[in-house]
């Protein structure tokens, strides 16, 4: 089985690896394949909203966001991770899920149908909490379980070596990989077990507006 790690800083190598890292360890040490994705540092540009994705089966831009859509379907798990810049997930992260999402309901490709995911962010200091509300609203649309750990996931720090001595962080990401792994397992015998799948139902979808 295989964690889809998604490194949404500017950095490849900043605060925030730092955290998927001490996931990715954690997560190998109990048998589950760790890969990362960094969403780059060229310009991403938002959802235009021109819904080709339906037809096309990946975005109208053919960046990053497609490489990550031509892989997502493989993985079993995902760890999106963000820094917090001014109290929100990226610009870029944001771009990247917007899109990445959107194309992946619109093309019904289900990459994410009931696999578990969790958020992990970094920051200097404060914004933390609500960058890890945005980032789980993508997931509660998705029908994806969440996995939580014993503290919020969240690191801190201006630079790797200060994210290292943050050993309270350090340990919620393994104790969230841990949680991950033990929930890919019984997912996986589940699944073995012949546990079907819910029943599906056909969307209803109102805008709100009554005739
Ligand atoms: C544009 C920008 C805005 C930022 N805003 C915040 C903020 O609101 N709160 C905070 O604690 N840190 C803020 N920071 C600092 C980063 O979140 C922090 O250094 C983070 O750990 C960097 O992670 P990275 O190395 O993965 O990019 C900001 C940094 C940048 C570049």
């Not at 992990?120 to 945005?134: I, K």
């Not at 994806?144 to 943050?166: C, F, L, Q």
């Amino acid at each position: 089985m295989k964690v889809l790690l998604v490194n949404g800083s500017p950095h490849e190598k900043g605060c925030t690896y730092t955290a998927l890292m001490e996931v990715a360890d954690t997560l190998e040490r109990e048998g589950i394949e760790a890969d990362f994705f960094w969403v780059g540092n060229k310009p991403l540009s938002g959802c235009i909203a021109c819904k080709s994705c339906a037809e096309k089966k990946k975005c109208v831009f053919d960046d990053r966001v497609n490489d990550f859509l031509a892989i997502a379907a493989s993985a079993d798990g995902f760890v999106f991770g963000s820094p917090v810049h001014y109290a929100a997930a990226t610009g870029k992260i944001t771009a990247f899920m917007d899109r990445a999402f959107y194309a992946d309901l619109l093309a019904g490709s289900q990459s994410f149908y009931l696999k578990p995911v969790a958020a992990v962010v970094s920051a200097r200091r404060a914004g933390t909490t609500a960058t890890l509300d945005q980032l789980n609203r993508y997931f509660a649309i998705s029908e994806m379980p969440v996995i939580s750990s014993r503290y919020w996931n969240m690191v801190h720090g201006a630079t790797p070596e200060d994210v290292k001595k943050d050993l309270e962080g350090l340990q919620t990401m393994r104790v969230l990989a841990r949680n991950m792994a033990w929930f890919l397992k019984c997912r996986e015998a589940g699944m073995k077990a012949g546990v079907p799948f819910p029943v599906r139902e056909e969307n209803i979808y109102t805008n709100f507006i009554r005739e």
